[in-house]
Protein backbone atom coordinates (compact mmCIF):
# COMPACT_ATOMS: atom_id res chain seq x y z
CA UNK A 1 0.00 0.00 0.00
CA UNK A 2 1.36 3.58 -1.10
CA UNK A 3 1.13 6.01 1.48
CA UNK A 4 -0.23 9.13 -0.24
CA UNK A 5 0.18 12.68 0.96
CA UNK A 6 -3.99 12.69 1.71
CA UNK A 7 -3.69 9.08 3.24
CA UNK A 8 -1.00 10.75 5.54
CA UNK A 9 -2.75 13.99 6.36
CA UNK A 10 -6.15 12.08 7.14
CA UNK A 11 -4.29 9.47 9.36
CA UNK A 12 -2.17 11.86 11.30
CA UNK A 13 -6.10 14.04 11.83
CA UNK A 14 -7.57 10.68 13.45
CA UNK A 15 -4.37 10.00 15.33
CA UNK A 16 -4.45 13.68 16.83
CA UNK A 17 -8.00 13.40 17.62
CA UNK A 18 -7.98 10.09 19.09
CA UNK A 19 -4.77 11.73 21.62
CA UNK A 20 -7.48 14.54 22.24
CA UNK A 21 -10.20 12.28 23.68
CA UNK A 22 -8.32 10.33 25.19
CA UNK A 23 -6.56 13.38 27.34
CA UNK A 24 -10.22 15.25 27.45
CA UNK A 25 -11.50 11.57 29.24
CA UNK A 26 -8.39 11.09 31.96
CA UNK A 27 -8.75 14.38 32.87
CA UNK A 28 -12.37 14.63 33.20
CA UNK A 29 -12.53 12.08 35.94
CA UNK A 30 -15.19 12.45 38.33
CA UNK A 31 -14.07 12.71 42.35
CA UNK A 32 -14.90 9.80 44.28
CA UNK A 33 -15.74 9.78 47.97
CA UNK A 34 -13.19 7.96 48.85
CA UNK A 35 -10.48 10.32 47.61
CA UNK A 36 -8.71 11.86 50.54
CA UNK A 37 -9.58 15.06 49.63
CA UNK A 38 -12.84 14.34 49.28
CA UNK A 39 -13.53 12.69 52.36
CA UNK A 40 -11.23 15.49 54.52
CA UNK A 41 -14.47 17.58 53.37
CA UNK A 42 -16.91 15.22 53.73
CA UNK A 43 -17.75 15.36 49.76
CA UNK A 44 -20.95 13.39 48.90
CA UNK A 45 -22.13 12.89 45.65
CA UNK A 46 -25.63 12.58 46.28
CA UNK A 47 -26.66 16.00 49.41
CA UNK A 48 -29.30 13.60 50.69
CA UNK A 49 -26.74 11.36 51.75
CA UNK A 50 -24.61 13.74 53.81
CA UNK A 51 -24.88 12.62 57.75
CA UNK A 52 -26.73 15.36 59.05
CA UNK A 53 -25.30 14.69 62.67
CA UNK A 54 -21.66 15.04 61.19
CA UNK A 55 -22.08 18.09 59.35
CA UNK A 56 -24.82 20.10 61.36
CA UNK A 57 -24.27 23.27 59.23
CA UNK A 58 -25.60 21.76 55.95
CA UNK A 59 -29.05 22.87 54.90
CA UNK A 60 -31.09 21.01 52.52
CA UNK A 61 -31.00 23.56 49.39
CA UNK A 62 -27.53 23.07 49.20
CA UNK A 63 -25.55 21.55 46.74
CA UNK A 64 -22.40 21.60 44.64
CA UNK A 65 -24.22 22.79 41.55
CA UNK A 66 -25.26 26.75 43.56
CA UNK A 67 -21.45 26.48 45.63
CA UNK A 68 -19.79 29.37 44.45
CA UNK A 69 -16.50 26.79 44.10
CA UNK A 70 -18.77 25.51 41.16
CA UNK A 71 -17.36 25.41 37.87
CA UNK A 72 -20.44 24.83 35.73
CA UNK A 73 -23.72 25.91 35.36
CA UNK A 74 -26.23 25.13 38.76
CA UNK A 75 -28.02 22.45 36.06
CA UNK A 76 -24.64 20.71 35.10
CA UNK A 77 -24.57 16.87 36.47
CA UNK A 78 -20.94 17.30 36.56
CA UNK A 79 -18.63 20.14 36.86
CA UNK A 80 -15.12 21.59 38.01
CA UNK A 81 -14.53 22.54 41.43
CA UNK A 82 -11.76 24.61 42.50
CA UNK A 83 -11.27 22.62 45.53
CA UNK A 84 -10.41 19.43 43.40
CA UNK A 85 -8.35 20.98 40.90
CA UNK A 86 -9.37 18.44 37.71
CA UNK A 87 -11.82 15.89 38.93
CA UNK A 88 -15.61 16.69 38.58
CA UNK A 89 -17.91 17.54 41.28
CA UNK A 90 -22.04 15.68 40.89
CA UNK A 91 -23.95 19.13 40.63
CA UNK A 92 -26.22 17.32 43.42
CA UNK A 93 -23.00 16.89 45.60
CA UNK A 94 -22.09 18.63 48.77
CA UNK A 95 -19.27 18.79 51.09
CA UNK A 96 -18.07 21.19 53.73
CA UNK A 97 -16.74 23.91 52.12
CA UNK A 98 -19.64 24.70 50.83
CA UNK A 99 -19.92 28.43 50.04
CA UNK A 100 -22.43 30.87 47.84
CA UNK A 101 -21.16 34.51 48.90
Partial sequence: MKLTRRKFVVMSAGASAS???I???AAAAHLNETDPAAAAVGYRED???VDRKKYPNFAAEQSCGN???FQG???DAWGGCTLFGDKLVAG???CASYTNM
Fill in 19 to 21: LWL
Fill in 23 to 25: RAD
Fill in 47 to 49: AAK
Fill in 67 to 69: CSL
Fill in 73 to 75: KST
Fill in 92 to 94: KGW
